[in-house]
Structures are given as C-alpha cells and as structure tokens.
C-alpha cells in the first residue's frame, strides 16, 4: 500500500466531488468530523438565508417564505428520515442529544411496581447516564440501585448476550448508543431491540455516533425511540439543533414534558390551557425552535440526500480499512492497539488507537495538522470522513505519525489532556 494505491482509490470514489463542497481548514488533515463535522459551502449559504429572511420578513417569517419558520422543524426531520430508515413523521429536528434523552425518558420510563428500572451500558458518553440518573430521581428512584450498566468486559466493546442477560423482569426501559463513542463499535440494533420487546421492555438508541455514518433500519427493526445531535457526522455547525425519533405506534404518548410547540399545528395559536399534542413525533418539541442553530442542517442534510448513505458507508468502511492496514503496516513497532472492531459489520465510522503516550502524540499530530481526538485516558480517535476526507489524507496522516513516532517528536509535549480533549 503507497500513495499511488491511495490516489487509485480517490479517482475511483464516487463521493469525490463532495470535498469541493466543504471549507476544508488550510493545512490540515482533519479526522475529527465525529466531534464536530465540517462547515459546507451548502450550509453556509443556508445560515445566511435565515439571517436574510429575519431582515425581509420580520414576523411574516414564520409563515410567509418559501421555507416558512413554523414548518423547518419538520422538514429537517422528514430530510433526516431517510438517514435512520424512518418513516418521515417519526422524526423532528428539536433540542439536544440530552434534553431530547430527557424528553424520551421522561416519556417512556412508566415505573410500574417491581418493573422500575433502567438498563444502560458502563461505557456510553457521561452526559447520558447523568439524564438517566436524573430521570430516576424525578421519579423518586435511588439511581444506585434503579439504574442497570451492563458491564464490557474487555473495557471497550459490549456483547449482545450480556447486555440480553441483564434484560431482567425489572427492566422498563433500555438506553445504549447505536456506536460506541470510544470504540466505535456498533451494537446490534436489530437483536437488541427484538430481545427487548420479548420481554415486554422498551427500547431507545442514542445516534450521536451512528447517524450520517452508518446506515439504520429504525422502522423496520421496531425501535422504540432514538436520539441525537447533528454537529457531529452531520455536519450541522458548533450546537446544531439535535432530533429524535419516536417509533409511530407510541404516538398516542403523551410527551413527558409538555411545551406549545409540540400542539397540532393547526391548533396551536388557539392559545388554549388544554394541550393537543400533534400526531407525530412533533409532538415531543417543547419551545420555540433555535432556527439559527436549525438552518445550517437545511444545506447540510441536501449533502447527505445527495450522496446517499449507502454509498457514504461503503467508502466510510473503505477509509477505515485502508487506515487501520496502513498502522499495521507502517506502525507496527510503535506499539499502538487497534481497539475498534475489526469487522465491518460492527465498526463505525473512527479508528480508535490506545497507545501510552497518547495525550501527547495527539498533539504533536495537531502541531504537525493531523486533527484527531484525544479521550482519557489514553485513546486516539481518528474519523476520516466519507463527504470530505480523501484515501490520500489517510496515506499522509499516517506517514507523519510514522516520523513522529520515529524522531519521538512527542516528546516535545506533556503526556497531558487540554480542556478540551
Ligand atoms: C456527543 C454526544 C453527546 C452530547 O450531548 P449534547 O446534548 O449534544 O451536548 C451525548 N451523548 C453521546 C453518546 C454523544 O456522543
């Protein structure tokens, strides 16, 4: 594998012409579009449109233009639906990855007698077990005892038969993530979910690393509920509107918190005390929509319609492969881990490395313009990007943490974290 196999590769990808579409950071490589994905030219020019929109139309613009206000949130979410394999109403453009889990949960978690607790998993993101935790506590449930995490037992992955054998009498509702954020492994949505509703317990994904990378099939594997945010493999800037997903059998659900902008459309401006939830996932919105952080997905979300996730996961496996041989291949005395799975099936869109010194290799490979990120303790995290990342930035990524392991270049920095990783 040379750079010559790499450039082979770049011609031949469909997905090329998408680079041209994005404000790549000068001098650098960047592999960290799962922490916060690129600005496009599309999205730019979206913002913008919002902006123009306030000026022109002042209060008309919730209903006068050609994208009126009032309706964005859903048509995001209809853009989004095919990313998820979901049914257009199932899904709406709203909040964050947390306060959407907190709406979900605050929806979905029905303790009833002995059946009053919330299995999760000991590896997911922080910000998830803190709702959940929450969520008990509102509920008047001591988190010790009340919140299930299924353990991993290599500190990395999850199996399916572990996370099914603590699938319990007492279980009312499960919460893992779709992708690992650390490993990058994918859980078994499918079999997770078929387990779940055997047992008479309900079920919800957290997307944040899944969606834009891979493909789901929510609807048709029976998905109880799902959550995300958008500034991540979507692209959709710096807190970005997040989504949600609610599986259309539980439309009937009241939302566990309430708020006007979930009304049926047609009677929200009746400015009525009585709630009238919309039949869809909009129900589930709770104030007015942030239509700044909402606008850049418009042009963001055209990119991914335009592409196809089919063929962005098809190059994303590609990217990935074509990485991890080339560690095998040049790194091999260097002593790095390949710590996500292997197999395509179950690897997500980033390559996880462990290496020991990994705080600081990461920022000699910043100071050098490979962009990775670094998680504790001692993780590397390297997304190349199907929408903007070349074979080639891959064949240079690695070549330069090949003469930095070489010339111990590290050395030159603290084996320490910043602020932020
Ligand atoms: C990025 C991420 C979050 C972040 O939550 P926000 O509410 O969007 O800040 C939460 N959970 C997971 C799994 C994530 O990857």
Same mark, same amino acid.
């Given at each position: %594998?040379?750079?010559?196999?790499?450039?082979?590769?770049?011609?031949?990808?469909?997905?090329?012409?998408?680079?041209?579409?994005?404000?790549?950071?000068?001098?650098?490589?960047?592999?960290?579009?799962?922490?916060?994905?690129?600005?496009?030219?599309?999205?730019?020019?979206?913002?913008?449109?919002?902006?123009?929109?306030?000026? #022109?139309?002042?209060?008309?613009?919730?209903?006068?233009?050609?994208?009126?206000?009032?309706?964005?949130?859903?048509?995001?979410?209809?853009?989004?639906?095919?990313?998820?394999?979901?049914?257009?109403?199932?899904?709406?453009?709203?909040?964050?990855?947390?306060?959407?889990?907190? !709406?979900?949960?605050?929806?979905?978690?029905?303790?009833?007698?002995?059946?009053?607790?919330?299995?999760?998993?000991?590896?997911?993101?922080?910000?998830?077990?803190?709702?959940?935790?929450?969520?008990?506590?509102?509920?008047?449930?001591?988190?010790?005892?009340?919140?299930?995490?299924?353990?991993?037992?290599?500190?990395?992955?999850?199996?399916?038969?572990?996370? /099914?054998?603590?699938?319990?009498?007492?279980?009312?509702?499960?919460?893992?993530?779709?992708? =690992?954020?650390?490993?990058?492994?994918?859980?078994?949505?499918?079999?997770?979910? #078929?387990?779940?509703?055997?047992?008479?317990?309900? /079920?919800?994904?957290?997307?944040?690393?899944?969606?834009?990378?891979?493909?789901?099939?929510?609807?048709?594997?029976?998905?109880?509920?799902?959550?995300?945010?958008?500034? #991540?493999?979507?692209?959709?800037?710096?807190?970005?509107?997040?989504?949600?997903?609610?599986?259309?059998?539980?439309?009937?659900?009241?939302?566990?918190?309430?708020?006007?902008?979930?009304?049926?459309?047609?009677? !929200?401006?009746? %400015?009525?005390?009585?709630?009238?939830?919309?039949?869809?996932?909009?129900?589930? !919105?709770?104030?007015?929509?942030?239509?700044?952080?909402?606008?850049?997905?418009?042009?963001?979300?055209?990119?991914? !319609?335009?592409?196809?996730?089919?063929?962005?996961?098809?190059?994303?496996?590609?990217?990935?492969?074509?990485?991890?041989? =080339?560690?095998?291949?040049?790194?091999?005395?260097?002593?790095?881990?390949?710590?996500?799975p292997r197999d395509d099936h179950e690897r997500g869109g980033h390559v996880f490395l462990e290496h020991k010194e990994a705080a600081r290799i990461c920022?000699?490979?910043?100071?050098?313009?490979? /962009?990775?990120?670094?998680?504790?303790?001692?993780?590397?995290?390297?997304?190349?990007?199907?929408?903007?990342?070349?074979?080639?930035?891959?064949?240079?990524?690695?070549?330069?943490?090949?003469?930095?392991?070489?010339?111990?270049?590290?050395?030159?920095?603290?084996?320490?974290?910043?602020?932020?990783?």
């Amino acid at each position: %594998m040379d750079r010559l196999c790499a450039q082979e590769l770049d011609r031949a990808d469909v997905l090329g012409r998408f680079r041209k579409e994005f404000y790549i950071p000068e001098d650098a490589i960047y592999f960290d579009g799962n922490s916060l994905g690129l600005l496009s030219k599309r999205a730019e020019a979206t913002l913008y449109d919002m902006v123009e929109s306030w000026k #022109k139309f002042a209060i008309d613009g919730w209903t006068n233009e050609a994208q009126p206000w009032f309706h964005l949130s859903e048509k995001l979410g209809n853009m989004t639906a095919p990313l998820i394999g979901a049914h257009p109403e199932e899904v709406i453009t709203t909040g964050s990855t947390t306060t959407n889990l907190h !709406q979900l949960a605050a929806t979905f978690f029905k303790p009833e007698g002995q059946k009053n607790k919330i299995l999760a998993d000991e590896l997911n993101f922080p910000s998830d077990i803190y709702a959940l935790k929450s969520q008990l506590q509102i509920k008047g449930l001591d988190p010790e005892t009340h919140l299930v995490q299924v353990k991993s037992r290599d500190g990395h992955t999850l199996t399916t038969d572990d996370i /099914i054998a603590k699938m319990n009498e007492d279980v009312a509702l499960i919460v893992l993530p779709a992708v =690992l954020y650390r490993s990058g492994q994918i859980l078994d949505m499918k079999a997770l979910t #078929k387990a779940a509703h055997e047992r008479g317990i309900l /079920i919800g994904f957290d997307l944040c690393h899944s969606i834009g990378a891979i493909e789901h099939h929510l609807s048709a594997w029976d998905v109880d509920f799902a959550f995300w945010c958008t500034y #991540k493999h979507l692209n959709g800037g710096p807190g970005s509107v997040g989504g949600l997903y609610v599986n259309q059998k539980h439309f009937d659900q009241q939302p566990g918190l309430a708020g006007w902008f979930g009304s049926d459309k047609a009677k !929200q401006f009746d %400015m009525s005390h009585t709630f009238t939830p919309a039949e869809t996932a909009g129900a589930f !919105q709770i104030g007015t929509p942030h239509l700044f952080s909402a606008a850049p997905l418009v042009g963001a979300l055209e990119l991914f !319609q335009e592409a196809g996730m089919t063929h962005i996961r098809t190059k994303s496996l590609q990217l990935t492969a074509f990485l991890m041989n =080339l560690v095998e291949q040049e790194l091999s005395e260097y002593d790095f881990t390949i710590v996500n799975p292997r197999d395509d099936h179950e690897r997500g869109g980033h390559v996880f490395l462990e290496h020991k010194e990994a705080a600081r290799i990461c920022k000699a490979l910043k100071a050098d313009g490979v /962009i990775p990120d670094y998680r504790e303790p001692n993780g590397i995290r390297l997304a190349p990007v199907a929408l903007y990342n070349t074979f080639e930035d891959v064949y240079d990524a690695v070549g330069i943490l090949k003469t930095i392991m070489q010339e111990k270049r590290y050395l030159e920095f603290e084996n320490k974290r910043g602020v932020i990783a």
